[in-house]
């Protein structure tokens, strides 16, 4: 371990009661010790919150900040890092909002390992349940009007390794759930879930209603958490196309070997769904896996469901345009998400007018309830922002939020799997106009099987109220297809 460096603020805060003495230890793992050490280059403080900044010391490094309030005692903890994995770049910045008299940080700069992708690291056996059961709870739903459940089904969670958005190896978990009493192969079925707060509403810590109906019809259903919901570490990567694709992908590859090792067979069926955010997933991971692992999976067909596409236009413009947004909520989660990912600050405090500021960013650690959220928001979500950020979100289409938002749009591709999309059009959370955008984009390049439902018509149903129709027209659909 190197030697503590005490290093005091270059610029004093203006208020005296937030005054830090900030000392930086720099650790190195065992590996890395024959590289040259990591050295603060400048640290901070102001009433802004504290910023840091060191060196590489060589290529393949990830870093991560941790802190404590007392330089002998008590447990260095990434309470301050609740918006962030290990990164790979140099600097990093802690919020004001939660700052005590004094503060001391540790800088861990570790080799970044290969990821075994798709790495089956643990799983168990959550519960089973029998048809009678699953009827009563079908109906609790109200869905027993189209379930007929043929099969009971198994719950087991499951660990797996996969990337991080900076391309780091990072564990993950999901859920897969077995029909019981099956004869024959089994097609695979990845169901996506939609927008979740708390990380114990992830798959894997809760029944997931719509993942027992397809098992329950003989489908062996894979749910993936998402990074940073259920047991995966740090905040939610809400709406990064890419990492919710690569989730998807492992979780597939590590389910497939959770089968084997059950005596289950796949029959190399492979269907896709999920509704809302997991519309917007379910078209990432129909991208990824079309486009980097055919000689893995062969996608038999997709069926996004009101998802948001259209990211960048339709989804920003109707958020933009309309001051009494349905869930004003999802704004911030999706703002905290791009923060560290694009690297558009240092903290999401600084973005953020008063009082939100304080208020909002402690309710975002994965443990409060959406409730608990929108009971912080504004009718209007974009009032949350500091009033420069906010006419710049506005009225400048490069702003580099914005810039983010296309960056995760999920229509320009080509897909070769049927597609059908479900979208009602009175939906006023995730506008139909996204399911426009994604249609008209796949048919203009071609794309032989691409179509466009309103399950709801002709009654203009909301984004709720479009749940169980699309749902009884995926399961349908896919019941046509299956061998």
Sequence with gaps: MKKLTETRPTQAPTKPKSLLICLLLSLLSTAAWAQAPVELTSITTTTNGVSM?????????????????????????????RYRWPWPWTHWGDAPSSLPAARFYRVLAQPVATPNRGKLL???LRDRFDTNSLNAYFASYGVSGFVRPKFGIANRPFTYETVDPYGLPITASALLILPIGTNGPLPLLSLQHGTLAPKISAPSQLADMEGVVFASYGYAVVMADYLGLGSSPGYQAYLHARSEATCVVDALRAARSLCASNNVTLNGQLFLTGYSQGGHVTM????????????????????????????????????LADPAYPNPWYFPIILASYLPIYQLGDTLEEFLAPPYRSTLPPLLD??????????????????????????DVRTNVNNPFRQALRDNNTYSWTPKAPVKMFHCQGDRDVVFANAQVAYQSFTNRGACCVSLVDPGAPAQLDHGGCYIPSLRGVLAWFETLRQ
């Design 53 to 81: 900044a060191w060196t590489d010391p060589g290529p393949g490094q990830a870093y991560t900040v941790q802190v404590r309030e007392s330089l002998t005692s008590g447990t260095w903890r990434n309470g301050a890092m």
């Design 122 to 124: 643990s799983n168990s």
């Design 284 to 319: 990432a991971a129909h991208r990824e896996l079309e486009t980097f692992h055919t000689n893995e999976f062969t996608v038999t067909a997709c069926a996004p469901r009101a998802g948001p596409y259209d990211l960048g236009g339709a989804t920003v413009e109707r958020i």
């Design 366 to 391: 994965g443990a409060h309830d959406p409730g608990q959220i929108a009971a912080a928001m504004p009718a209007d979500p974009v009032a949350i922002l500091r009033p420069d950020f906010q006419a």
